[in-house]
């Protein structure tokens, strides 16, 4: 099995090559949203991050192509932040999206007026970050990107960022890496497990 970095790099690459003939498939929201916590889980991350990437369901599935990013952003390799905190600025060095927004948003909804992630590489993520926030917390929001890798988020008298359109279905190279990941997360089959009323007893795997 190839590891993560080697994975999402190839994956990526023929995702984008593939733009617009994938595969795809009718999904609800719930559905795509309950993929997307529990291949959060089977990546290893918090129960909380798994919530937040889970609510940013409908908003990804405006566009086949954030979708894909998503994806790259799960697999990417998870540096620990290192966050500074000045006057009202929140800065993150290292910051990657499954870990720094959830942060980012949870320090701009408690006080904090602007937040600087530096090191980010999916920045296409952060429209829809910030349009599911919105749409939360009933409050507005812009960012701007200062260059390559830097993206400053912050408060908004009027609403800035654009309508997300209704939700696509969902390309099948997507739901398969998701479901990579999410299958971490599964209890094995056994009579231990059975006692312990996993599963229904009617397949392999509970």
């Known amino acids: 099995m190839k590891n993560n970095t080697?994975?999402?790099t190839?994956?990526?690459?023929?995702?984008?090559?593939?733009q617009g003939t994938w595969p795809v498939k009718a999904c609800?929201?719930?559905?795509?949203s309950a993929l997307i916590s529990k291949a959060c889980l089977g990546r290893g991350l918090p129960n909380g991050h798994a919530f937040e990437m889970a609510s940013l369901a409908s908003a990804l599935m405006s566009d086949q192509v954030l979708m894909g990013f998503f994806v790259g952003a799960l697999y990417e390799t998870l540096d620990e932040p290192?966050?500074?905190?000045?006057?009202?600025?929140l800065t993150i060095d290292h910051a990657r999206f499954i870990l720094s927004g959830p942060?980012?948003?949870?320090?701009?909804?408690?006080?904090?007026?602007?937040?600087?992630?530096?090191?980010?590489?999916?920045?296409?993520l952060i429209t829809p970050l910030l349009i599911n926030a919105e749409n939360t917390y009933k409050c507005f929001f812009s960012f701007e990107t200062i260059d390559n890798s830097v993206v400053i988020l912050n408060h908004s008298d009027t609403k800035v960022l654009p309508d997300l359109g209704e939700p696509k279905l969902v390309p099948e190279p997507v739901i398969e890496a998701l479901d990579l990941l999410a299958k971490k997360t599964y209890v094995p089959s056994s009579e231990v497990s059975r006692r312990f009323g996993a599963g229904a007893g009617l397949i392999d795997t509970d």
């Open 10 to 18: 190839d994956w990526m690459k023929t995702f984008l090559d593939e």
């Open 103 to 124: 942060m980012a948003i949870d320090a701009l909804v408690s006080g904090v007026e602007t937040v600087v992630l530096r090191d980010m590489a999916w920045k296409r």
């Open 6 to 8: 080697e994975y999402i």
């Open 82 to 89: 290192i966050i500074s905190l000045d006057n009202k600025t």
């Open 28 to 32: 609800s929201v719930n559905e795509v």
